[in-house]
């Protein structure tokens, strides 16, 4: 297990005392306050250099580790390395801006792995992102805002993934995905805060290689965020995959 901050948290108020961590007899985990991430490598012989950060879903409200879990591990089946990042959601609670809260944890995470990389055997041009639903939506805002750093980076170590897994994630900001953007910018947020967390309008040249993932009958996050996700990449000319399942609904 690694702390994103040994030594203090950035953007952080004193945590309330009844801010306590917990987790629910589904596996969800609320109330987090320490950022971590846990390391996942493959079997001696097995790694090829290639590593993945792995973000879970959860609306910004909770996360849902248990698939990033099973993500990791089948990586490692493949010689990748992975890391699951234990994220504080976004919380007024705890964070000075709990808009921007998610994405320091990110670039924060991304930092960390490509600064240790050799000590773990890792190619630092082989470092991607996942993530899942509202990871979803972490990961494309790390990979679409890469001149918007919010971290110390006097080191100048490249915060920019080298590619981007994205499955059934949130990426319009709308009145469709109500809790995703209410927990993050609000329930009235302004035009300009929309468009800075629509992640499709900041696509560019620049956007990593991505590969998406959705199913067309998901309620809960329409397949229109993939689709919009990727006719930016089309427009962009950054080279990706996306595909659609006919059924799967949202979290498989």
Same mark, same amino acid.
């Given at each position: 297990?690694?702390?994103?901050?040994?030594?203090?948290?950035?953007?952080?108020?004193?945590?309330?005392?009844?801010?306590?961590?917990?987790?629910?007899?589904?596996?969800?985990?609320?109330?987090?306050?320490?950022?971590?991430? &846990?390391?996942?490598?493959?079997?001696? /012989?097995?790694?090829?250099?290639?590593?993945?950060?792995?973000?879970? /879903?959860? /609306?910004?409200?909770? *996360?849902?580790?248990?698939?990033?879990?099973?993500?990791?591990?089948?990586?490692?089946?493949?010689?990748?390395?992975?890391?699951?990042?234990?994220?504080?959601?976004?919380?007024?609670?705890?964070?000075?801006?709990?808009?921007?809260?998610?994405? &320091?944890?990110? &670039?924060?995470?991304?930092?960390?792995?490509?600064?240790?990389?050799?000590?773990?055997?890792?190619?630092?041009?082989?470092?991607?992102?996942? /993530? *899942?639903?509202?990871?979803?939506?972490?990961?494309?805002?790390?990979?679409? &805002?890469?001149?918007?750093?919010?971290?110390?980076?006097?080191?100048?170590?490249?915060?920019?993934?080298?590619?981007?897994?994205?499955?059934?994630?949130?990426?319009?900001?709308?009145?469709?995905?109500?809790?995703?953007?209410?927990?993050?910018?609000?329930?009235?947020?302004?035009?300009?805060? *929309?468009? *800075?967390?629509?992640?499709?309008?900041?696509?560019?040249?620049?956007?990593?290689?991505?590969?998406?993932?959705?199913?067309?009958?998901?309620?809960?996050?329409?397949?229109?965020?993939?689709?919009?996700?990727?006719?930016?990449?089309?427009?962009?000319?950054?080279?990706?995959?996306?595909?659609?399942?006919?059924?799967?609904?949202?979290?498989?």
């Amino acid at each position: 297990m690694i702390p994103l901050y040994p030594n203090g948290i950035p953007n952080s108020k004193k945590t309330p005392p009844d801010y306590i961590e917990q987790t629910d007899s589904a596996g969800l985990i609320s109330n987090v306050s320490v950022p971590t991430m &846990q390391a996942y490598f493959p079997e001696k /012989g097995k790694a090829n250099g290639t590593a993945v950060i792995i973000f879970a /879903g959860g /609306g910004y409200f909770v *996360l849902a580790p248990k698939k990033c879990v099973e993500l990791a591990k089948a990586f490692n089946r493949v010689g990748v390395a992975a890391f699951v990042v234990k994220y504080p959601l976004a919380s007024e609670k705890i964070m000075k801006d709990k808009a921007t809260g998610p994405l &320091q944890d990110a &670039q924060t995470a991304i930092k960390i792995v490509r600064k240790r990389a050799g000590e773990w055997n890792i190619d630092p041009l082989k470092i991607g992102m996942v /993530g *899942l639903s509202a990871g979803g939506h972490l990961v494309s805002t790390a990979g679409t &805002q890469l001149d918007r750093v919010v971290i110390e980076n006097s080191e100048n170590i490249s915060l920019r993934p080298d590619f981007m897994i994205l499955l059934y994630p949130v990426v319009i900001y709308d009145p469709h995905i109500s809790r995703t953007r209410e927990n993050l910018i609000g329930k009235k947020p302004s035009r300009e805060a *929309l468009n *800075l967390y629509s992640t499709d309008r900041h696509v560019s040249a620049k956007t990593p290689p991505t590969y998406l993932v959705h199913a067309a009958d998901d309620d809960v996050i329409p397949v229109q965020n993939s689709l919009s996700f990727f006719d930016a990449m089309l427009i962009a000319g950054v080279p990706g995959e996306l595909h659609i399942l006919q059924s799967g609904g949202h979290g498989f």
